[in-house]
């Protein structure tokens, strides 16, 4: 909600500097662009300088690799496009990349390229026609935006072209005002009041699955319209904004968008769970102090054209460029980051990018997202299988574990990237899960199957509403149907994931791989432990048999981590849940012999 209604507010605050200075018949192309460089580039250089130091503390190899990778495009102004890149779905995860908040920046930079120019061309049509043709464009854009939303999410969120009508939203609310002529103050309170109404109404019902940028983004930028058109001083809402507290938001609103997300990224690189809410509520405090110092001494030092000239502001800018965009670019094409650590430490951070995609079978039985039930090859539905797996990258980490097992009776396969097997589930990473789900559900119950294995992330899962319910209702009908259901307790998670775990161990200790301990302690054992009593409750309700995973890995919040396999030892996971193929066979033995003393 906030890049929406910050793009609104930056197409209205540039094209109203535009106006003015156009009319006054003053406009420079180079006072244009001045102007962005001391608002924008000195302390985006700082944060960016200082995110990559800190990942050399606290970063592996790959995660450096990857920060260096995002550090280069933010200087290239083309940051969207690198994030729209890193759309994949075992990738690094977006909440651990201290730099993913610098996509709007790469939108609104690649728009005020083109804009300056653009608006230049037009004013010879007059204002009544520059308005028209802004308006075209604005409907063009949303309307691919809309369409993109289904036809290519990630593209659509991220790129130019789908985000350019929220900032022409503003561009033509900065020509509504210059010949407006007001409106009532009666008017004025109703419509203001109905924007902060639209703001506040996203913010607290909109969530990670709603479609952006189409339709529903509608609502925040109207929302953001009406208060710029409409929440003069004299009003309630207008009153509001100008309150100290308010002003002074505004002023340190960009430092503060700058050092939030690196703050709470490394927060989670280091292990600090998502849940720890109070934790990340004094990180925001740290945000809003770091951001008055980059405030103070930064921002308006930079802008002051009596300490810096144009001829400065354009040489700092170039110099932080080169050096910034230098050292990133040596970063990611030298490997820096391996240099801190021991072969033995790389060989267990190795694991980070593990091999999975053949034992998983993904595209044919693990379907990514944007794939559909059709795309499931015949060699995962089995046939006349006597027990299914279904679930979501969890189970699909298992099933070679539990297709190992002599006489298991696993012959089918289906297993679906960010969707757990619940219906009517609708995921925010995957928008074909709920349709995939009705389809899979559809099959097991035309007598697809005997019994099923119930599997998912449950931690993950729960964080959307009504899931419990819902799982409830998909294993009653399943049981109804005469289908057997086995529902699988959570699997051990380690954070921020096992081998970065066991690496920084190794390091910390001084430890070789021959003398590391065998398991490793959970943050969030509680929690897990908590799911698992639910899924059991949920059992005994519905005739469900509940299978517990972590009663035989685990002791409390101590759990298997280290197994024998590969060249003497192996590790569990290969991110902080997943099953490597050695976990997978450990598991599985223990899983399926508790399972067949109950069959």
């Known amino acids: 909600i906030g890049v929406d209604m910050f793009f609104v507010v930056s197409g209205f605050l540039i094209t109203s500097i535009f106006l003015a200075e156009k009319a006054e018949n003053r406009f420079s192309m180079v006072r244009f662009y001045e102007r962005r460089a001391r608002r924008i580039l000195p302390a985006l250089f700082l944060v960016v300088s200082v995110t990559m130091l800190l990942a050399w503390l606290w970063m592996t190899p790959s995660q450096l690799t990857c920060l260096s990778g995002s550090a280069l495009s933010v200087v290239l102004y083309v940051s969207n496009f690198f994030f729209w890149q890193q759309g994949n779905y075992f990738g690094v995860a977006s909440e651990q990349m201290p730099l993913l908040h610098t996509w709007s920046l790469g939108v609104e930079e690649q728009f005020y390229v083109i804009f300056p120019v653009f608006m230049v061309l037009i004013w010879r049509l007059g204002a009544r026609n520059s308005v028209s043709v802004i308006a075209i464009i604005a409907v063009l854009s949303f309307g691919l935006a809309e369409w993109g939303t289904r036809a290519f999410p990630s593209a659509a969120y991220y790129l130019t072209p789908t985000r350019a009508w929220e900032l022409l939203a503003g561009v033509l609310a900065a020509y509504y005002l210059l010949d407006s002529q007001g409106q009532p103050r009666s008017e004025c309170e109703l419509r203001s009041g109905l924007g902060l109404a639209l703001l506040l109404g996203a913010i607290f019902t909109y969530d990670d699955s709603t479609p952006f940028p189409g339709v529903y983004a509608l609502v925040p930028v109207a929302g953001t319209l009406l208060i710029i058109l409409y929440a003069g001083s004299g009003t309630i809402v207008g009153r509001l904004l100008s309150t100290r507290l308010m002003v002074w938001v505004g002023v340190l609103s960009y430092s503060i968008y700058l050092w939030h997300q690196p703050l709470f990224a490394y927060a989670r690189i280091l292990g600090v769970s998502s849940e720890e809410h109070w934790f990340f509520l004094l990180l925001?405090?740290?945000?809003?102090?770091?951001?008055?110092?980059?405030?103070?001494?930064?921002?308006?030092?930079?802008?002051?054209?009596?300490?810096?000239?144009?001829?400065?502001?354009?040489?700092?800018?170039?110099?932080?460029?080169?050096?910034?965009?230098?050292?990133?670019?040596?970063?990611?094409?030298?490997?820096?980051?391996?240099?801190?650590?021991?072969?033995?430490?790389?060989?267990?951070?190795?694991?980070?990018?593990?091999?999975?995609?053949?034992?998983?079978?993904?595209?044919?039985?693990?379907?990514?997202?944007?794939?559909?039930?059709?795309?499931?090859?015949?060699?995962?539905?089995?046939?006349?299988?006597?027990?299914?797996?279904?679930?979501?990258?969890?189970?699909?980490?298992?099933?070679?574990?539990?297709?190992?097992?002599?006489?298991?009776?696993?012959?089918?396969?289906?297993?679906?990237?960010?969707?757990?097997?619940?219906?009517?589930?609708?995921?925010?990473?995957n928008r074909s899960c709920k349709n995939l789900n009705q389809d899979i559900f559809a099959f097991l119950a035309s007598g697809g199957t005997e019994s099923v294995i119930l599997l998912a992330d449950w931690r993950y899962h729960s964080s959307v509403s009504g899931w419990l319910d819902n799982l409830h209702a998909t294993v009653e009908q399943l049981v109804e149907g005469g289908v057997r259901v086995y529902l699988i307790g959570s699997l051990p998670q380690w954070r921020p994931s096992l081998p970065v775990l066991v690496a920084k161990d190794m390091r910390a200790q001084n430890l070789g791989l021959s003398n590391l301990s065998s398991q490793y302690r959970l943050r969030d054992w509680r929690q897990l432990h908590e799911l698992d009593a639910d899924l059991l409750a949920l059992a005994q309700e519905t005739g469900a048999v509940f299978l517990p995973l972590m009663v035989d890995l685990c002791r409390q919040d101590l759990c298997d981590a280290l197994i024998p396999g590969g060249e003497g030892v192996a590790l569990m996971a290969w991110d902080h849940s997943h099953l490597t193929m050695e976990g997978s066979l450990y598991v599985g033995e223990r899983l399926m012999s508790r399972l067949n003393g109950i069959r």
């Open 284 to 429: 925001g405090l740290v945000a809003v102090g770091l951001a008055y110092l980059t405030w103070l001494f930064v921002e308006e030092p930079f802008r002051n054209r009596n300490r810096f000239s144009r001829a400065s502001i354009f040489k700092f800018s170039s110099i932080a460029a080169v050096v910034t965009g230098s050292c990133a670019a040596i970063a990611v094409t030298t490997d820096v980051g391996q240099f801190r650590w021991t072969p033995d430490q790389l060989k267990v951070l190795d694991y980070t990018s593990y091999p999975r995609e053949d034992y998983y079978r993904e595209k044919r039985c693990f379907l990514l997202p944007g794939q559909g039930f059709g795309d499931f090859s015949d060699e995962c539905k089995g046939s006349d299988s006597a027990l299914t797996i279904w679930g979501d990258s969890h189970a699909a980490s298992l099933h070679m574990g539990l297709f190992a097992v002599g006489d298991s009776g696993v012959g089918s396969q289906l297993t679906v990237a960010a969707c757990p097997p619940i219906l009517g589930y609708v995921s925010p990473a």
